[in-house]
């Protein structure tokens, strides 16, 4: 009878061979089975799985991970599964923690906090960490979703890890501004395909509105500017793919040319003022200014700002 302590762990890869090397490192020891799911690599993905004794089987190249990462699972004979990405590494700390929950039988699934590493330094905020991703599972209480960075549909009970960097997976993200934009591409073409597939109506304020609340969701409500120059270049990427996404909608909803509705464009620019001015004036207030006076005039100019939003 098999072990029910087995663990099986499970990537995904395309063309990351550097990076599954590191990942297969991570895992040696651990891991009773490697499952290498390869979606026509053309570099040599399939030869670094191989010399760590992986298993490799082939699938077919999609835009996004999901579907086959349930084609993945249904290769593990483990009766636990770890999912990690290529560019993902576990530490010692995390494998002694998941090695215990396999003793349990209360556990279905596992939350595990993710330290995302973005241009070279670990992001603790700008909605960054703790980033909490259901990876550990017992087989047969996850499925994934079709939708790009869908959370997964779960059966049976479930914890959280503590938000530790030691219980976290470590995540080398983007490394160069030129990856997350090749990224940004991609992602925003299969968002804007699950919109128009979704029949959703493209608005004129969604390409002034959205995009300005990405950046104020990340660098002022995320605190990204705690993280300084890699929060603020982060937060700018981040509204920049929103756009990208309903820019792509309406190339896809065939390029209206039509004019622009004064109203409509007026009351999105007149929000999109507002709500800047709200969280900036929040941040300066909080971080900013250590004078009294200064808060004193902010507080009135946000004021008189809301008061001539109303009319």
């Known amino acids: ?85 290529p560019d993902e590494r576990v530490g010692r700390s995390l494998k002694k923690e998941l090695k215990r929950i396999t003793l349990r039988s209360d556990i279905d699934y596992v939350k595990i906090p993710r330290m995302n590493y973005i241009f070279g330094k670990w992001m603790r905020h700008a909605n960054c960490w703790p980033d909490y991703l259901i990876r550990f599972f017992k087989k047969g209480s996850i499925t994934w979703k079709k939708e790009i960075h ?46 128009q597939h979704q029949e959703y109506k493209l608005k004129t304020s969604d390409l002034i509105l959205k995009p300005v609340q990405e950046f104020n969701s990340r660098f002022f409500a995320g605190e990204g500017y705690k993280d300084g120059m890699h929060g603020l270049v982060f937060s700018l990427l981040q509204s920049l793919c929103e756009a990208l996404i309903y820019i792509r909608l309406w190339e896809k909803q065939g390029k209206l040319d039509k ?52 009319f």
């Open 259 to 310: 004019p622009i509705a004064k109203e409509s464009f007026v009351s999105a620019s007149q929000e999109t003022a507002y709500e800047y001015d709200h969280w900036f004036t929040k941040y300066y207030l909080n971080v900013y200014s250590p004078f009294f006076l200064k808060k004193v005039v902010v507080r009135i100019r946000h004021f008189f700002f809301r008061l001539t939003k109303e």
């Open 1 to 85: 009878m098999k072990n029910k302590n087995t663990v099986s762990v499970i990537i995904n890869v395309r063309n990351e061979a550097e990076n599954l090397s590191h990942c297969l490192k991570s895992v040696k020891g651990f891991a009773d089975e490697v499952i290498v799911v390869d979606m026509h690599s053309t570099d040599n993905s399939y030869q670094v799985a191989t010399s760590f004794g992986a298993k490799v089987f082939p699938y077919r190249w999609m835009k996004v991970v999901e579907p086959a990462r349930n084609f993945a699972i249904s290769k593990a004979s483990s009766r636990w599964v770890l999912i990690l990405d």
């Open 150 to 195: 869908s959370q997964p549909v779960t059966k049976g009970n479930g914890i959280t890890l503590l938000d530790s960097d030691k219980l976290a997976i470590k995540h080398t993200n983007y490394t160069t501004v030129t990856q997350f934009i090749q990224r940004a591409i991609r992602y925003s073409s299969v968002k804007a395909e699950e919109l």
